[in-house]
């Protein structure tokens, strides 16, 4: 398996703008993670699905922020209108089982300008 | 919900010294425990695990120990290389429930 695939690596787009980043967790992973990392808050849970449901969003900023999980197989992250705030690495993660560790991703590097 | 402290925030030590970062949890109904080493421009990778009917688990030099008790559970590095620098993670989870992390460890290692 080539592991928990993110896209795009990078992102600059202008404040305002709709960003979507993408993911496509291990096969046969029953849950997924959405990250964001920053220097001054570390790695955040933004939400979780587990069976391409979501459990809990709790960690998402605000109405800005939507993900979605439409099958097993991808999740989407999508911020609109996006601001300089979002700026971050955002990981996504999966993992199978209930006591079994999370397969990170390379990251996507948000930068809104 | 789960809430993990990780100390300390920065640690430096001389190639060859031990390394010891530290971490509490809140929710007593946590049961794995995950450390995480984070590269320059990667994803954190796992390097190490324990879980709750276990309290010491050693890889070569890598080691973790766990408290229930008192809700603690710690990383020891022994033998420090250069290549050992790298940001640490502790993480806690309960069940097919979220994982939540700890702030991390910046690890320096000087040759």
């Known amino acids: 398996d080539a592991g928990v695939i993110q896209s795009p690596r990078h992102e600059v787009t202008e404040m305002g703008q709709e960003v979507t980043l993408r993911c496509k967790p291990i096969?046969?992973?029953?849950?997924l993670f959405w990250y964001r990392q920053t220097m001054m808050r570390g790695l955040e849970l933004l939400i979780y699905?587990?069976?391409?449901?979501?459990?809990?969003d709790s960690g998402m900023p605000e109405d800005r922020f939507s993900a979605k999980m439409p099958n097993a197989s991808f999740s989407t992250l999508k911020i609109q209108p996006s601001e300089p705030r979002d700026s971050a690495v955002y990981f996504c993660?999966?993992?199978?089982?209930?006591?079994?560790?999370?397969?990170f991703g390379q990251g996507t590097r948000l930068t809104v300008v | 919900g789960e809430n993990v402290e990780q100390h300390p925030s920065t640690l430096s030590v001389q190639e060859g010294d031990s390394a010891v970062i530290k971490c509490t949890y809140s929710?007593?109904?946590?049961?794995?425990f995950p450390w995480y080493k984070q590269e320059l421009g990667k994803g954190p990778q796992l390097i190490i695990d324990?879980?709750?009917?276990?309290g010491e688990k050693k890889d070569q030099r890598i080691a973790v120990t766990l408290n229930k008790t008192a809700k603690h559970f710690s990383l020891h590095i022994t033998e420090t290389q250069p290549e050992d620098s790298a940001v640490y993670f502790c993480?806690?989870?309960?069940?097919?429930?979220?994982?939540?992390f700890g702030a991390g460890t910046r690890l320096t290692v000087k040759p």
């Open positions: 993660a999966s993992s199978s089982g209930h006591i079994t560790e999370a397969f």
């Open positions: 929710d007593s109904a946590s049961n794995y």
């Open positions: 324990i879980r709750s009917n276990v």
């Open positions: 699905f587990n069976n391409n449901v979501p459990i809990d």
């Open positions: 096969s046969g992973h029953n849950s």
């Open positions: 993480a806690a989870k309960e069940g097919n429930n979220d994982m939540r």
